[in-house]
């Protein structure tokens, strides 16, 4: 195979302005999930996605296959350059790689660009995708384009599949794969090179309550202001820490939450932003008095990050809590079991725990790391309350010593935890041939002999027994996935194109 290194290097450099300007393209579409509807099951943005990546496929001579919106695959055919014939491809097929095409919600906080504008800056491409997944879909489109335009022989097949749903549960590869097979080998460029052959397991549970939601009657309501919580409202995604939170309380003055706000800050790094509210408070909690000074909204701002790595964000959640738990003794109605289960929450999950130890499920194994635990959704009012977690578990968790604990201490703080199981841990042995090649692989074209390594973040290839994660960040190389300015080095890239070109060309002449 080392005849046509020089041909994809020489090949992969000469297409980078065109691979960023496919790139770009797909960057331009918000794929965010959205509302289903007919003929596209997780809205318009990703099948606007999908249906661009498909017209892509097309143009570089795949054989190409809509699944209903939910995927879009391209066919490379075995034994040919030519796979342009309507079915497409060889019967045998030898790897499958798996990309996505939506993408996790955004802020308003990016600064180098906004995230549906795509910008080339210093070396890299900023916009929301660029990272995660759509830069790495265009290098894996881009080494299939190499290897048909380079006529390189293939004894079999290769597929690119394009899906709409990694970000949400990946509704969209149950449907691929409740009619298509798992092909031999399949990798995602959905994570980190060199390859990550070992996944935590996953724990992303939903847990609720509801309270009576009345305040005290006021022994004297001419006078008498109670003070309460009124909203405490953060997160819209389970596998992102939360970098925002809202906090609306009755009957306390600015001056009163400030110093409780600033030791916060100095304590968690998330800033608060004080303002009040001119509604009455009575509006919103029943028996209060109405005092049209008296509501205070606090918006707290931290640094979102990805579930699986919670320590490298700035939880804006949790900082909150650790915010109400400071004021609870200036609050009136602090015995109302709504500010009891706030409470209760803060010490199960508290900002600097991030490993699960208060939560009582700590633990840690030596080759898949340690459980981590991102407080990631809330929902409170004085009537009701719905919260979120999102926990990644290494090897040797379990229903019995991870799930049901979790439960137990919510149940202990009067919240009802969903009865949700647990996905197991994923391990392809790092010493099989698989793993060896894609290792020779990313050596031939970075210089850098690498090894197995495990994540916390679940990929695509998760439920497959011969899944594993490839490319494309870079050791050191923080792109700020599912946070804000997120972006892709240029030079990564076009590497990770050339890359998964050798790749797919030594798994399929095996």
């Not at 009619?179 to 390859?195: L, R």
């Not at 609720?208 to 009657?217: L, M, S, V």
Request: glycine residues 10%.
């Amino acid at each position: 195979m080392d005849s046509y290194r020089e041909k994809i290097e020489a090949y992969m450099d000469g297409k980078k302005e065109e691979m960023l300007e496919d790139l770009k393209t797909l960057v331009r579409i918000d794929s965010q999930k959205g509302a289903a509807e007919e003929g596209k099951p997780f809205g318009a943005g990703p099948a606007a996605a999908i249906a661009a990546a498909q017209e892509l496929m097309q143009r570089y001579g795949l054989t190409v296959r809509n699944y209903e919106n939910y995927v879009v695959t391209g066919d490379l055919a075995a034994s040919s350059a030519d796979t342009s014939s309507e079915e497409g491809g060889s019967a045998e097929k030898g790897l499958d790689i798996l990309a996505h095409l939506d993408v996790v919600p955004v802020t308003e906080d990016w600064t180098v660009t906004q995230p549906f504008d795509p910008r080339v800056v210093d070396g890299r491409i900023y916009g929301r995708g660029t990272a995660d997944d759509k830069g790495p879909a265009v290098a894996a489109l881009y080494a299939l384009r190499a290897i048909r335009e380079l006529g390189i022989p293939m004894k079999k097949g290769v597929r690119l599949v394009l899906g709409s749903d990694e970000e949400c549960g990946s509704s969209d590869l149950a449907y691929y794969f409740g009619i298509e097979k798992e092909a031999p080998y399949t990798f995602t460029p959905d994570a980190e090179f060199p390859v990550i052959n070992i996944e935590k397991g996953r724990l992303a549970a939903s847990f609720h309550a509801e309270f009576g939601g009345e305040a005290p009657e006021a022994e004297n309501s001419a006078q008498t202001v109670y003070s309460r919580i009124l909203r405490l409202k953060s997160g819209d995604k389970a596998n992102v820490v939360p970098g925002r939170a809202t906090l609306e309380i009755a009957g306390l003055r600015a001056e009163t939450v400030r110093p409780a706000a600033d030791e916060t800050t100095r304590e968690t790094g998330v800033s608060f932003e004080i303002s009040e509210c001119k509604a009455a408070v009575s509006e919103s909690v029943p028996g209060a008095v109405q005092d049209a000074g008296m509501r205070l909204r606090i918006d707290a701002r931290g640094c979102s990050a990805h579930a699986s790595t919670p320590q490298e964000g700035k939880n804006a959640l949790t900082a909150t809590l650790r915010l109400v738990s400071k004021l609870s003794g200036s609050l009136t109605c602090g015995e109302d079991d709504g500010l009891r289960a706030l409470l209760a929450l803060e010490r199960l999950f508290p900002y600097e725990d991030t490993c699960g130890k208060s939560a009582g499920v700590y633990r840690e194994d030596a080759q898949s790391g340690a459980v981590t635990l991102c407080f990631s959704i809330l929902d409170y009012t004085p009537e009701r309350l719905s919260g979120t977690f999102d926990a990644r578990l290494p090897v040797g968790c379990t229903e019995e010593n991870t799930r049901r604990p979790l439960m137990e201490a919510l149940a202990e703080a009067g919240l009802e935890m969903e009865d949700t199981p647990m996905s197991k841990p994923h391990c392809v042995p790092g010493d099989s041939a698989f793993v060896k090649i894609l290792l020779e692989s990313y050596k031939r074209y970075s210089g850098i002999k690498g090894e197995p390594l495990s994540t916390g973040g679940g990929t695509y290839v998760h439920g497959l027994e011969r899944g594993v994660a490839f490319g494309c960040g870079t050791p050191g190389v923080d792109n700020h996935m599912h946070g804000d300015d997120e972006f892709m080095e240029i030079d990564t890239l076009v590497m990770s194109a050339k890359i998964f070109a050798d790749a797919a060309v030594r798994i399929c002449n095996e």
